[in-house]
């Protein structure tokens, strides 16, 4: 069983697995450090434990942290907009887990927050995260291109929006 629950010390090992692999990190933006160190871990656990209210979340199955989730919310005039990351360690890929966190999440934000629209950038080779977007009620709104720049390459961002009466 997926849930979405607060980060816990007991993660910290799995964190710094699943955050060292290099097929997690191609997928994410280059704040993620490389490589991922034990203090990496313990500083995202500290800081998660005083957030209040709670925006990131571990994506834990049956007891265990296979992943991430977590939610950014905008200021300004796009106050009503949330940006939502997530990722999932290699091993748990194809197996709906990372649909089922975007379900949770997005139930989630729209319970406790007045945001009218959530949103996605992914990386134009994610097509597995376009295909989670897409089962959960996303849609493609626009293609940046050439807008991320990873691992010495221009990549198109493909951005996937979600509003609160879909």
Same mark, same amino acid.
């Given at each position: 069983?997926?849930?979405?629950?607060?980060?816990?010390?007991?993660? !910290? #090992? *799995?964190?710094?697995?699943?955050?060292? $692999? =290099?097929? @997690?990190?191609?997928? +994410?933006?280059?704040?993620?450090?490389?490589?991922?160190?034990?203090?990496?871990?313990?500083?995202?656990?500290?800081?998660?434990?005083?957030?209040?209210?709670?925006?990131?979340?571990?994506?834990?199955?049956?007891?265990?942290?296979?992943?991430?989730?977590?939610? !950014? #919310? *905008?200021?300004?005039?796009?106050?009503? $907009? =949330?940006? @939502?990351?997530?990722? +999932?360690?290699?091993?748990?890929?194809?197996?709906?887990?990372?649909?089922?966190?975007?379900?949770?999440?997005?139930?989630?934000?729209?319970?406790?927050?007045?945001?009218?629209?959530?949103?996605?950038?992914?990386?134009?080779?994610?097509?597995?995260?376009?295909? !989670?977007?897409?089962?959960?009620?996303?849609?493609?709104?626009?293609?940046?291109?050439?807008?991320?720049?990873?691992?010495?390459?221009?990549?198109?961002?493909?951005?996937?929006?979600?509003?609160?009466?879909?």
């Amino acid at each position: 069983m997926i849930t979405l629950r607060p980060w816990q010390w007991r993660d !910290v #090992p *799995q964190l710094i697995h699943i955050c060292n $692999n =290099i097929h @997690i990190w191609n997928n +994410l933006r280059d704040q993620m450090p490389k490589p991922y160190r034990q203090k990496d871990a313990e500083e995202w656990v500290r800081f998660n434990l005083q957030q209040q209210p709670q925006r990131n979340f571990c994506i834990d199955e049956n007891g265990v942290m296979i992943g991430g989730i977590g939610m !950014v #919310p *905008q200021h300004d005039i796009y106050k009503r $907009n =949330i940006e @939502i990351g997530y990722y +999932l360690g290699e091993e748990h890929w194809g197996r709906g887990h990372g649909t089922e966190a975007v379900r949770q999440m997005v139930r989630y934000i729209f319970d406790t927050t007045d945001c009218y629209r959530i949103y996605a950038e992914v990386f134009a080779h994610n097509l597995a995260s376009m295909a !989670v977007l897409r089962k959960n009620g996303f849609h493609r709104e626009a293609v940046l291109h050439k807008a991320i720049f990873k691992n010495d390459l221009l990549i198109d961002a493909h951005l996937w929006v979600r509003f609160r009466e879909e």
